[in-house]
């Protein structure tokens, strides 16, 4: 059986997983956090994953997400026992998806922060994370 993410692909690595550290690799926006409010994202999750912290409150789907993007982000693979919990909710096809939405938005991650791209107006940096 496949289900469907349950949110937007914009939405899915601020549930998932904040390694990158740019000011400008993670959803800050308005436009972005209105989305991810919309799409019914509790915003208790945004900002613990905002200072590197596993959300205390998620629901089942968005423990699977971000179990398995912080573990593919940490070790660039996850568990068989990772990987079964994921393929077992979302399917095959969903954990592909899971995976290059990952790997996109590690690109697009990659490049704003050689391009030192600027915060959108008004919108403030997040804190760094230790390593």
């Not at 990158?20 to 999750?45: E, V, Y």
């Not at 905002?50 to 912080?70: L, N, Q, W």
């Not at 990987?83 to 095959?92: M, S, T």
Request: overall charge negative.
């Amino acid at each position: 059986m496949s289900a469907r993410l349950a949110w937007p692909d914009d939405g899915l690595p601020a549930t998932g997983e904040r390694s990158a550290t740019g000011p400008a690799t993670w959803p800050t926006s308005a436009c972005q956090r209105d989305l991810l409010l919309t799409a019914g994202l509790d915003p208790a999750i945004g900002e613990d994953i905002a200072h590197g912290r596993r959300p205390a409150k998620m629901s089942e789907d968005e423990a699977i997400v971000y179990d398995f993007s912080h573990e593919l982000h940490e070790t660039h693979g996850v568990s068989d026992a990772t990987y079964k919990r994921a393929v077992d909710r979302f399917g095959e096809r969903g954990v592909l998806d899971l995976i290059a939405v990952n790997g996109y938005y590690g690109l697009v991650s990659m490049v704003l922060n050689v391009d030192r791209t600027p915060l959108p107006e008004g919108a403030k940096p997040l804190p760094e994370l230790k390593k």
